[in-house]
């Protein structure tokens, strides 16, 4: 258990500059030789100790020290650092306790699982970053153990119900680097949540670095920034993740003014306005402190 800035998930448009309660599992259901969490994805051994879904709430609504942006915005909980999906029961139990009691549920995940229990998990899940590892099906299940469809399909469910989504590809030189790979992860992305004809649905694409059993050297932060300027053509939020003195601000769609500016997880959010934000079914929406239209950025 930990409490980490919201960014580190990565959740950009999400409660931005605010922190949020995480909690980790040992486990699994993909085999990425690359991983940067082996020890905790790929060790059963890994020590931990045992929590019940009330208890577990308990200790977030408590918690001490959690930063948050506005008295509307109330604590935020999210499975993470391995794979949450594989513990799918106790999720369950945790994710109701947490919308009784104005948690909103995060989920952190690569995406495969089955469209029944999708369609169940996404019921009670706020925001969701999912891993899109590459756009080769062969990739996916030949090294990464997994299916590239399922993936897919559990993305589109989730912007389907609503779901706060952001996408992450760990860009693995040698494996999913092409352009004609990237390219294809970026007009799959293009194609889901529309705004001024550029999907609003952010792509974080993170560097690489050795680990596990995976040897290739480091992704270059020059090609990683200029994958992100190719893909920032078509996508209208592509950030990046992993390399030294990263600049990731975040442009308001309509006037262009900065709402929100990153440097590694110092963030400003004084271009959003939060004297306006306004409930729909349990949601608030963000407006640009410059022009005062509403952004694609979700509290």
Not at 48 to 67: D, M, P, Y
Not at 183 to 192: E, K, R, S, Y
């Amino acid at each position: 258990m930990a409490i980490d800035p919201i960014e580190k998930k990565p959740l950009y448009h999400f409660r931005p500059g605010s922190e949020i309660f995480s909690v980790g599992f040992k486990g699994c259901n993909l085999r990425c030789p690359f991983c940067q969490n082996w020890h905790i994805s790929q060790n059963k051994e890994v020590e931990g100790h045992f929590c019940s879904a009330s208890e577990l709430i308990a200790a977030v609504t408590k918690s001490a020290g959690i930063r948050q942006k506005s008295l509307a915005i109330k604590h935020s909980l999210a499975y993470t650092y391995s794979e949450p999906l594989v513990h799918i029961e106790f999720l369950l139990d945790c994710m109701k306790e947490g919308r009784k009691a104005g948690i909103a549920n995060v989920l952190v995940s690569n995406g495969c699982i089955n469209a029944e229990a999708a369609e169940e998990i996404l019921e009670f899940t706020d925001a969701a970053n999912i891993d899109l590892k590459c756009f080769s099906a062969d990739t996916y299940s030949k090294i990464l153990g997994g299916d590239l469809s399922t993936v897919l399909a559990f993305i589109k469910a989730a912007c389907e119900k609503g779901v706060h989504i952001e996408i992450t590809t760990l860009v693995v030189p040698g494996l999913n680097d092409s352009e004609e790979e990237l390219d294809a992860c970026a007009d799959f992305i293009a194609g889901l949540k529309k705004e001024s004809g550029k999907s609003t649905v952010p792509w974080h694409l993170s560097a690489y670095h050795p680990a596990w059993e995976w040897t290739a050297p480091p992704t270059s932060p020059r090609f990683l920034n200029a994958a992100a300027e190719r893909a920032r053509k078509r996508l209208a939020y592509v950030y990046t993740g992993n390399i030294a003195q990263e600049k990731n601000d975040t442009p308001c769609p309509h006037c262009g003014k900065i709402l929100i500016s990153r440097r590694g997880y110092n963030v400003d959010t004084s271009g959003l306005s939060l004297l306006s934000l306004k409930e729909e079914k349990g949601r608030a929406s963000y407006y640009c402190a410059f022009c005062g239209k509403e952004v694609p950025v979700t509290a």
